[in-house]
């Protein structure tokens, strides 16, 4: 039992990275408590595992007296003197514990830490795993869906769950499928010690960090992605800055022959994706945002809200709103103003200047 308990310790230690002293001190622990419960014991038990000399020793300490007043720690000198022949008052002793129901206890014991080192290791080394990859992009193998849609998947040897209010709509997960998610955040779980992540294929994020893997000029810094409004599976908005003057960031970000883009676009199937030019000024911002519609004005409210009338040509107002709004709504979210958006026939003075109020 002892060779097979330091053989398991020694490969905890190589394989999980677990300290051995730890390890040691662990089962040290368990065997005192189960021996003095399992004997009914009320001495005072010690147990020293020497992983180098492969050695385990499982005894009691006794003060040896020529009266008894403790029970728990004393014993007469003509007792002592059965284990340890020169004993005499004052001494301490120990006396070793080798029965077979030591030996039983410990094997026990032992397989138990050994068991809940095992789950530790594991715990930390999900753990840093996740660390790693939060706000990343993982590729994912789909294991199982249940019946309200919801995917089990697993990435380095990790397995989460993506909702189904986390997967695009008109999704349908297939077992074996392999899909690209983005590990929103990392959090600690209650009444454990491992962490669990939060992943989705719905997230802004996602986006982001596809167009930093395709984009070369994102991923140097050349190009900057400002901001990201998405509604997941139909369309998505991005706006990108450059402060070189000699780069086109939208150019960039579309690639020669929109090969760039197309390719994100398969990824997300079929998601449209509209990128603008980022502006310090919130006027050209928003221009910029409600594109492919033409803008003649765009007038922020004197009143400090982050509000905005935008008049637009008489036969672009359905393309500056959008289907069901979705142009007008994805822009707002984009640029962090309320928008509203007027056709240019029949604006006067006092309809530019309108009250939010």
Not at 155 to 160: L, R
Not at 273 to 284: A, G, H, L, M, N
Not at 303 to 328: F, H
Request: glycine fraction near 6%.
């Amino acid at each position: 039992m002892k060779s097979d308990l330091f053989d398991a310790l020694k490969m905890l230690v190589t394989e999980k990275g677990i300290p051995m002293e730890s390890l040691c001190d662990g089962i040290e622990k368990a065997i005192v408590t189960a021996v003095k419960r399992d004997y009914n014991n009320k001495d005072i038990v010690f147990c020293e595992l020497n992983p180098e000399e492969e050695t385990m020793r499982v005894f009691v300490r006794k003060n040896v007296v020529s009266e008894i007043s403790d029970p728990d720690t004393d014993i007469l000198v003509e007792q002592a003197q059965k284990y340890t022949a020169s004993a005499i008052p004052g001494d301490i002793i120990e006396i070793e514990l080798e029965t077979s129901e030591v030996s039983r206890i410990a094997a026990d014991k032992g397989k138990h830490v050994l068991r809940q080192g095992i789950r530790e290791a594991e715990n930390i080394n999900k753990s840093e795993k996740l660390q790693s990859r939060n706000q990343e992009i993982v590729t994912a193998k789909v294991q199982r869906v249940d019946s309200n849609g919801n995917a089990v998947v697993e990435f380095d040897g990790i397995e989460e769950v993506l909702l189904k209010s986390e997967q695009m709509p008109n999704e349908h997960m297939r077992e074996g499928s392999l899909i690209k998610v983005y590990v929103v955040d990392v959090k600690d779980q209650k009444n454990s010690k491992s962490l669990k992540a939060t992943i989705s294929r719905t997230h802004p994020g996602l986006v982001r960090r596809l167009f930093e893997t395709e984009v070369p000029e994102i991923f140097d810094g050349t190009v900057e992605i400002k901001a990201v409004s998405r509604e997941a599976g139909s369309r998505t908005k991005m706006a990108v800055y450059s402060s070189a003057p000699d780069v086109d960031p939208v150019g960039a970000c579309i690639g020669p022959r929109g090969a760039r883009v197309s390719k994100i676009v398969d990824l997300l199937g079929g998601e449209k994706i509209d990128i603008v030019k980022y502006s310090d000024s919130p006027e050209e911002f928003i221009a910029a945002a409600l594109a492919p519609a033409d803008v003649i004005e765009v007038i922020l409210d004197e009143g400090g809200e982050r509000a905005c009338k935008v008049i637009v040509p008489d036969g672009q107002l359905s393309l500056a709103i959008g289907n069901k709004g979705q142009n007008v709504r994805l822009a707002a979210k984009l640029v962090g103003y309320k928008i509203d958006i007027k056709p240019e026939i029949g604006v006067d003075e006092s309809v530019i200047n309108f009250d939010l109020a």
